[in-house]
């Protein structure tokens, strides 16, 4: 059991999935800062200084005027500003993916198509239907 088990995990495509989860996990690491660090506070303060990942609504009667107060306090809240910001977060790392994908295809040799012959009579040399049992050119038997 053991053996096999090596067996399987030496094989080529798991050891490329492994690297890929690993590499894709770092990747969203870094759109996630790029997102809530970078992008989002120049748009919030292009939307009226607002802070998306401070936005939340509270579903109690008790006032809390930051995010961080509301979760301290266990107030129920819907944290729709950590929501956009998880929205942006893939749809940039969806557009990464999407782009990286296109250009390996570009970079990928085409497939050539496999060309079919059509059947041809062995008398006369002329092109004949697969399923013909006679030539319809020569009328020879096939």
Excluded: W
């Amino acid at each position: 059991m053991v053996e096999e088990f090596k067996k399987f995990i030496m094989r080529g495509n798991v050891l490329d999935m492994a690297v890929g989860i690993i590499i894709g996990a770092a990747f969203g690491k870094i759109v996630t800062s790029f997102v809530n660090d970078l992008l989002m506070p120049p748009l919030g303060l292009i939307l009226g200084q607002v802070d998306f990942s401070n936005l939340f609504i509270n579903l109690s009667g008790t006032e809390a005027k930051t995010l961080a107060e509301a979760k301290e306090a266990g107030l129920p809240i819907i944290a729709y500003g950590s929501f956009l910001n998880s929205v942006v977060d893939f749809l940039i790392v969806a557009f990464a993916i999407f782009m990286l994908i296109k250009q390996v295809n570009r970079l990928m040799p085409k497939k050539e198509e496999a060309v079919v012959e059509k059947r041809k009579c062995p008398y006369c040399k002329s092109e004949i239907d697969d399923e013909a049992t006679r030539c319809p050119h020569c009328t020879s038997e096939l």
